[in-house]
């Protein structure tokens, strides 16, 4: 069964501080990908990367970096926390095969002061 | 980019069979139909995927009709812990930038 592990349940930070969030899965799929889950909006696409040091944007990339640099392992960076980000993260994985569906973690909340 | 339409909530109770409909007028020729399962702090987790006709696995079935401009997810006989929240997707396989979730159905099963 393929596992994708957040690195953390809940997450506080403070207004302007650089914050890590790192995914890992355990199935060596090629694709990865951070969302964000706000009430109301349903889940968004911030990055999403379909090889290992390649990445594409999504729908709402601004204020987020990522990297990948081993298959993997996807982190996302937020490079200056902002209360508009507070919001819950979800990573996902996929093969790169057809129809493979997208197996996520349990996500990250993240509460920015 | 083919959008869906889902009603926001439903009730039921337990012992039923649950229909959820998802409408995607827009669907292209390539377009997959994807539901996906969200419990409370948890991710979406993947339930059941179809291109027409019916596909049915051990936790639910997926009707598609001729025209494909709508599916419904039956869950037969649903328990206390099928409440969650539905999510319909409509895109090609190969496009991860497409997968749009939207804010899904919110079945509440009652006792």
């Known amino acids: 069964d393929v596992k994708v592990t957040q690195s953390s349940r809940y997450l506080v930070k403070r207004t302007g501080e650089k914050v890590f969030l790192e995914c890992v899965q355990d199935?060596?799929?090629?694709?990865m990908f951070w969302y964000r889950q706000d009430p109301g909006l349903g889940l968004r696409l911030i990055y999403f990367?379909?090889?290992?040091?390649?990445?594409e944007k999504g729908d709402i990339p601004e204020g987020y970096s990522v990297s990948r640099e081993k298959k993997e392992r996807f982190s996302l960076i937020l490079e200056s926390a902002s209360t508009n980000q507070t919001s819950m993260y979800l990573c996902?994985?996929?093969?790169?095969?057809?129809?493979?569906?997208?197996?996520f973690g349990n996500g990250t909340r993240l509460t920015v002061t | 980019l083919a959008k869906t339409t889902q009603p926001i909530s439903m009730d039921s109770y337990e012992g039923q069979e649950v229909n959820i409909t998802c409408s995607h007028n827009?669907?292209?020729?390539?377009?997959?139909i994807t539901w996906y399962q969200q419990f409370p702090s948890q991710g979406p987790r993947f339930i059941i995927q179809?291109?027409?006709t019916k596909v049915t696995n051990e936790v639910a079935s997926l009707f598609i009709p001729a025209d494909r401009k709508s599916s419904t997810l039956s869950l037969p006989r649903v328990s206390l812990s099928d409440t969650a929240v539905y999510y319909c997707?409509?895109?090609?396989?190969?496009?991860?930038?497409?997968?749009?979730f939207g804010s899904g159905t919110k079945l509440n099963v009652k006792p």
């Open positions: 996902a994985s996929s093969s790169g095969q057809g129809r493979s569906p997208l197996h």
């Open positions: 199935m060596d799929h090629e694709n």
């Open positions: 990367s379909y090889d290992v040091k390649m990445k």
């Open positions: 827009n669907i292209a020729t390539n377009d997959y």
């Open positions: 179809g291109y027409k």
């Open positions: 997707l409509v895109a090609p396989p190969e496009n991860f930038n497409k997968f749009y």
